[in-house]
């Protein structure tokens, strides 16, 4: 995980200094507030940092950061963070809006699970573009996963949907991730067809996660764009992208607090093996070290 992420700089020099003064609270204020963890969570911190440090009657900047870095741990690991795909097949949904980096998430998730011996098929369900599925395709290839193409552009998404669960039934494979829109040039709304998808698949199996992908850099936006999935799609766990370098790793705990669903992937770079399961100990020591 990136040293260069988000908070570390700032705290590193707040926590330098000799003693907690009405400074180290205006710092710690700006860098969470510049970190996207939002004001309402910076507030809570706060105030819950300010009773620790008066109940523990210390001046010591190491003693508040141990605090800091107990209080965002708490506050994570209060969802669960595992991934459920015992079943077999697993099948995995992914959903999310154009730009966020599905396609790629997907190609970086089969390389994730077939590194840990798992096999994987990919199923190419966002049918109504044609690039969507020839990059597919491509991170497909690059992670070690079998594709199932659509026969023909602009094909029943849910028919991809039903024929990747099929592929996997019958050849044995262990994971189905599908793909799928998330925009729709259809008269048929977006949220009907996922719910179309879910039916088919649900016939044939059970669906182990549904995983819903937002972009790190969109903050707070990203999180208003995708609330319709997560009203209608029976969204599992989240998965967060573009993390690296970024100013926004206090996003992390914005979304999981304001929706309620656990992060289960986090994504730190472009690169193919540049995502990993979501650890909240080992995040926390990344961020505030």
């Known amino acids: 995980m990136a040293a260069s992420w988000s908070l570390s700089g700032a705290l590193k020099s707040m926590f330098a200094r000799d003693t907690i003064d009405a400074d180290t609270w205006n710092d710690l204020e700006d860098a969470m507030i510049s970190a996207d963890f939002g004001p309402d969570i910076t507030d809570s911190v706060i105030e819950e940092l300010r009773a620790s440090v008066a109940k523990f009657k210390t001046d010591d900047p190491a003693d508040l950061k141990r605090m800091l870095r107990e209080t965002l741990e708490e506050r994570l690991a209060r969802l669960d963070p595992t991934l459920t795909l015992s079943a077999r097949p697993a099948v995995v949904l992914v959903v999310g809006v154009n730009g966020v980096g599905k396609t790629t998430t997907i190609g970086k998730f089969a390389k994730f699970l077939v590194g840990h011996g798992r096999t994987v098929v990919v199923g190419a369900a966002d049918t109504f573009r044609a690039a969507a599925v020839e990059q597919l395709a491509t991170w497909a290839e690059r992670g070690g996963a079998e594709i199932v193409r659509p026969q023909q552009q602009g094909q029943d998404p849910a028919s991809v949907a039903f024929q990747t669960v099929e592929r996997a039934q019958r050849d044995g494979i262990d994971i189905a991730i599908i ?111």
């Open 179 to 289: 793909d799928t829109a998330g925009r729709l040039q259809t008269k048929s709304g977006l949220m009907d067809e996922l719910g179309k998808i879910r039916r088919v698949v649900e016939k044939q199996t059970e669906i182990a996660e549904v995983l819903l992908v937002l972009d790190a850099t969109t903050g707070q936006n990203g999180v208003a764009q995708a609330e319709a999935f997560i009203q209608h799609a029976g969204v599992t766990g989240l998965v967060i992208t573009k993390l690296d370098g970024s100013a926004k790793a206090g996003f992390v705990l914005a979304v999981q607090e304001r929706t309620g669903i656990p992060i289960k992937l986090v994504g730190q770079g472009e690169g193919i093996n540049d995502l990993t399961g979501f650890t909240p100990h080992v995040f926390v020591q990344n961020l505030v070290g």
